[in-house]
């Protein structure tokens, strides 16, 4: 019953159950740990009829074969692997880049990032630290992608268009990630087989376009390629609600954090629990790019200096220190803890399977029976005098 209700375009294009499909979520805290989103996470949402999606953007080539295959051992269903494909990044791996590539980060940044360090009592821990190389492309990550024939492709940032004839060459569907119209017609244009349409709310890297109003303009915009909704969406209504504006399935990132399968840490899961609506911040202090995080004093601190942020790949080799200084003297609260508004609305852990049950069930709901304002019964009452 509830597979035929929720039965849309998305489930025929991935061969999946539900229209649900997850974010794939990369590095977080710092880094500590990892992708939040892991083999673990992406085999139960599989296992439970949505779409796992691996956040492979913090894994060289080697690590991400080797995720690829841990899921193939934990599901026989589809599932994808989320890149980023940034245009305006720092690659730190190009030619011509120094042996420390913190010299291309002026002085005064310097500076600033000390008097911070001051100012939240962060201890000097990795002086001695060797400059970063050899870090890979995303030219390196998708190759193995293609090695393995992985059956769908995410692209997190920018535009994925040069690899998209080879996936469909070798039979893999593309997704790609915008916050705009311009960019929706962009990736349409470049062949990809679903937009997926994220608006503000989203946790992680974001833009400013609310969902409800994002996502029918970038249904008309990227026609007759379909689209997704992302940014806010939590649970049955908002599933509902996106099937409504024109999308054909879900891409949810926060809703998964807390779940027994996300690879983050308890003190994590713990203040998205914790979260209101309001407690999120849009901050470029971690990555260079607008995030939305649970707020802490440090994201704070940064917006309020009025620092402008460096590029992509410069960023957060200037926070690299920061960060591993605040870990080390336990200040956790300090640290990347990407999530969206949704954070509010979540209020217990669950596994993966539960959040997909409770979401569909609750979406059939919706579109077959009341609506949560009632409406429709309102309406069947005046019809039926
Ligand atoms: C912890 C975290 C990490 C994320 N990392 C990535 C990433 O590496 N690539 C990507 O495409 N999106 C990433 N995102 C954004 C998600 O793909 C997705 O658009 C967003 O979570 C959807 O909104 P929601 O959080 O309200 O469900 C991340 C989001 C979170 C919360």
């Not at 499909?21 to 880094?31: N, V």
């Not at 893999?172 to 349409?188: D, E, F, Q, S």
Request: glycine share 12%.
């Amino acid at each position: 019953m509830a597979s035929n209700v929720l039965r849309t375009a998305a489930c025929e294009m991935f061969g999946i159950e539900y229209p649900i499909l997850l974010a794939g979520m990369g590095p977080t805290a710092g880094g500590g740990r990892g992708s939040a989103a892991t083999a673990e996470l992406v085999a139960a949402v599989s296992n439970a009829g949505g779409l796992g999606v691996l956040g492979g953007a913090g894994f060289g080539p080697d690590a991400l074969r080797a995720e690829v295959r841990r899921i193939r051992s934990l599901t026989d269903k589809p599932f994808g692997v989320d890149l980023l494909f940034p245009s305006n990044a720092v690659r730190l791996s190009d030619e011509g880049t120094p042996a420390d590539p913190r010299t291309l980060i002026p002085q005064e940044y310097w500076d600033a990032i000390g008097r911070i360090k001051q100012e939240f009592g962060i201890p000097d821990v990795a002086q001695d630290r060797p400059a970063p190389r050899g870090l890979w492309r995303v030219d390196d990550q998708v190759e193995v992608l293609f090695e393995e024939r992985v059956p769908v492709l995410a692209s997190g940032l920018g535009n994925p268009a040069p690899f998209v004839p080879r996936a469909h060459e070798l039979g893999m569907k593309v997704i790609a990630l915008v916050g705009n119209t311009k960019n929706a017609r962009r990736v349409a244009a470049a062949g990809v087989d679903l937009v997926v349409a994220q608006g503000t709310e989203a946790g992680g890297h974001t833009g400013r376009i609310g969902t409800i109003a994002l996502v029918p303009q970038v249904v008309d915009a990227a026609a007759p390629v379909p689209v997704a909704a992302a940014g806010g969406i939590a649970d049955g209504r908002g599933l509902a609600a996106a099937l409504a504006l024109g999308a054909c399935a879900v891409w949810c990132g926060t809703v998964f954090l807390a779940t027994h399968e996300a690879n983050l840490y308890e003190w994590q899961k713990q203040r998205i629990l914790n979260a209101t609506e309001e407690d999120t911040i849009v901050t470029r202090l971690y990555s260079g790019k607008t995030m939305r995080n649970i707020t802490n004093p440090l994201a704070q601190a940064w917006e309020a200096s009025g620092i402008k942020a460096l590029p992509m790949g410069l960023q957060g080799l200037l926070i690299a220190d920061l960060v591993t200084g605040a870990r080390a003297a336990g200040k956790d609260e300090l640290l990347m803890n990407a999530a969206g508004q949704a954070a509010g609305m979540i209020s217990g852990l669950r596994s993966a399977k539960e959040v997909i049950d409770e979401m569909v069930a609750g979406a059939v709901q919706v579109l077959t029976r009341d609506l949560p304002g009632g409406v429709r019964a309102a309406a069947a009452a005046e019809s039926a005098v």
